[in-house]
């Protein structure tokens, strides 16, 4: 029996509320020695206020040293082993636009790219072109034809798509295209097995047709592959948890994730108020409110700090409408760190705060990365975060005699 077996006998269904609220991309750094995080420049009484009353710590979404992507840093909120569990971000992207997705589909996620004309990439994101935009170009490469397979392009958000490849017998372990670093051509496909040698072929003649047709395009004249995989199904979070599970996210990829595990997807606007009106509406129907907030990481991927501290203020101001809505049990914490200095996702540990009538105040008086590094909860894996909630939301029941 492994761990999340264990959590399945032992989880048992009761009315307590549980509010998970996630900054994606929470963690930072100081721009220069001896300076501060984005977190710790950020204004944040309120935030401040609810870590005094909580238990604190820090959290490795996989392990120490190990930098995740977005997909495995949910999974790990979400109380899955991100190694065992993980899925490409093809299948989030396409779970998250509600794709019909079935068992044996490839699914990829696209980045429009800007490249140069020897082929090398000046920006990965296309100057985040608009959605509309998104939408022209995904409907041109919807019509191309690969002999063998059958091929879908639909559009996510801004400078990202979704392809997902039909057909028999396709392999998924593939390589992303992604260089990660401007100034070279996107990677070469390199299959691992003979049925994703099959795929990387089909892939190859859909990206030499993409190539023609999004030439005239620029800034989004070529595709980056990022998380080719292929669809299978999760464990539900209420088969798990015995939780009535809302996701109130704006971006597609975070609603495909929750869709995944078996949430119910709640529509809201795209501002941090329209995240709470959501929960407010929703809340009687629910035991279980995960709620995302995108642009903190986005702020981090294009560098800028001061915006990211401006989105974490703006979150801050919302923390007494939180507490007036009454969660049983509230978690504050991020998917992983995206410091504005690496303009990427970080392997750095990041704050958490766990709030409830159960939990033990540690001393912590600030919300941020060096006061909660001295938090009573110590440490831990993210996929122990969810254990922690439903213990404070007495929805364990005790394990052994």
Known sequence: MDYQDLIQKLA?????????LIMDGLGGLAMDKGGLTELETAKTPNLDKLAEESSCGLLDPISPGITPGSGPGHLSLFGYDPVRWNMGRGVLEALGINFPLQAGDVAIR????TVDDKGNVTDRRAGRISSEKCEELAAALDKIEVPGVDTTVRPVK???????????????????????????????LEPG?????????????????AKDILSSHHPANMLLLRGIDTFKRYPSFYEIYKLKAGAIAQYPMYKGLSRMVGMDILEAGSSPADLFDCLASNYDNYTFFFIHVKKTDSSGEDGDFERKVKVIEEVDTHIPRLLEIGPDVIAVTGDHSTPALLSNHSWH???????SKYCRPDGVKQFSESACAAGGMGRLPTVSLMPVLMANALKLNKFGA
Do not use: W
Request: hydrophobic residues 35%; charged residues 25%.
């Open 193 to 209: 097995d003979k049925e994703s040698e099959r795929t990387a072929g089909f892939i190859n003649g859909f990206l030499e047709q």
């Open 158 to 188: 801004e400078h990202r798509a979704a392809a997902v490849f039909r057909g028999e017998g396709l392999g998924s372990d593939l390589n992303d295209t992604d260089p990660q670093v401007t100034g070279k051509p996107p990677v070469a």
């Open 349 to 355: 540990p990041l704050p958490y705060l766990v709030n």
């Open 12 to 20: 048992r269904e009761t009315d307590s509320k549980i509010v998970m």
């Open 110 to 113: 696209i980045n429009f790219c």
